[in-house]
Nanobody, 117 residues
Framework: QVQLVESGGGLVQAGGSLRLSCAASGSIISINDMGWYRQAPGKQRELVALISTFGRTNYADSVKARFIISRDNAKNTVYLQMNSLKPEDTAVYYC???????????WGQGTQVTVSS
């Protein structure tokens, strides 16, 4: 089993910044993808950003040039630096750790991000 604990959410004004962190513990397979997803009320969960063990990144078009994903493999931790936040970024943000095409897929409990206009 793998446990993911997120932190760093909160309330911020439009144009502000927040940094999310997610620490993984447990039976971690070292080669994996870590990422952030979000789910706004009444909407489906969507990918925000992914990063592989080797640092390859993938971003949703809506957050490119505003958000930066990074990871510390030694600490099994992934970060999401969110800049120039917009009200439409308001959602519950979930951390994910997975190996593609394998039965190894874990989620955090979610952290609320609210951006006021």
């Amino acid at each position: 089993q793998v446990q993911l604990v997120e932190s760093g959410g909160g309330l911020v004004q439009a144009g502000g910044s927040l940094r999310l962190s997610c620490a993984a513990s447990g039976s971690i397979i070292s080669i994996n993808d870590m990422g952030w997803y979000r789910q706004a009320p009444g909407k489906q969960r969507e990918l925000v950003a992914l990063i592989s063990t080797f640092g390859r990144t993938n971003y949703a078009d809506s957050v490119k040039a505003r958000f930066i994903i990074s990871r510390d493999n030694a600490k099994n931790t992934v970060y999401l630096q969110m800049n120039s936040l917009k009200p439409e970024d308001t959602a519950v943000y979930y951390c994910n750790l997975a190996i593609p095409r394998a039965p190894y897929n874990y989620w955090g409990q979610g952290t609320q991000v609210t951006v006021s206009s």
